[in-house]
């Protein structure tokens, strides 16, 4: 089994980026913390950054051709990308829609998503946890396994 972790804009300048919203903590950070409960869990990992739409949508492709379920954080394409959106319905990836930051507590432009119609759940609002609330909800032992 794989999880597919994917990155959108900007998220490689976590850690200098606005630390106030974002924090401190980098991307490389964040993937380290997920490789340590993913080999706890058995989960193989695939963690990827991208500033570019179509890498993105590449990526959403080749996760639900192979049944990986994703976490995604697509950063500002959240608020744009109808191409992202088409990605997930076309390709029928199980997606958990994350964000860092509690992104209805922010400006408005912020508070619609493209993403959300067609995730599976959505995470916000608990820094680098809400990568790690993700993985707990796709592989964790939590009630809707039992
Ligand atoms: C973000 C929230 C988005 O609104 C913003 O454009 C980002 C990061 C978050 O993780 O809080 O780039 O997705």
Redesign the pocket.
Not at 8 to 11: D, M, R, S, V
Not at 73 to 79: C, D, K, S, V, Y
């Given at each position: 089994t794989a999880v597919h972790v994917l990155n959108?804009?900007?998220?490689n300048l976590l850690g200098s980026r606005e630390p106030e919203?974002?924090g401190r903590a980098t991307l490389d950070d964040i993937r380290a913390a997920l490789a340590v409960r993913c080999a706890t869990l058995g989960v193989d990992l695939v963690f990827k950054q991208s500033n570019f739409e179509g890498d993105l949508v590449t990526w959403i492709q080749e996760a639900g051709a192979s049944g990986a379920p994703v976490i995604l954080?697509?950063?500002?394409?959240?608020?744009t990308s109808i191409a992202l959106y088409d990605a997930i319905k076309g390709s029928q990836a199980e997606v958990v829609e994350?964000?860092?930051?509690?992104?209805h507590a922010?400006e408005s432009f912020?508070h619609h998503s493209f993403i959300s119609p067609a995730a599976r759940g959505v995470i916000?609002g608990f820094g680098p946890s809400?990568y790690l609330l993700a993985l707990e909800a796709l592989f964790g032992n939590t009630i809707r396994k039992t």
């Open positions: 959108g804009p900007n998220l919203v974002y954080n697509a950063g500002a394409l959240t608020h994350v964000h860092l930051s509690n992104v922010r912020r916000a809400s």
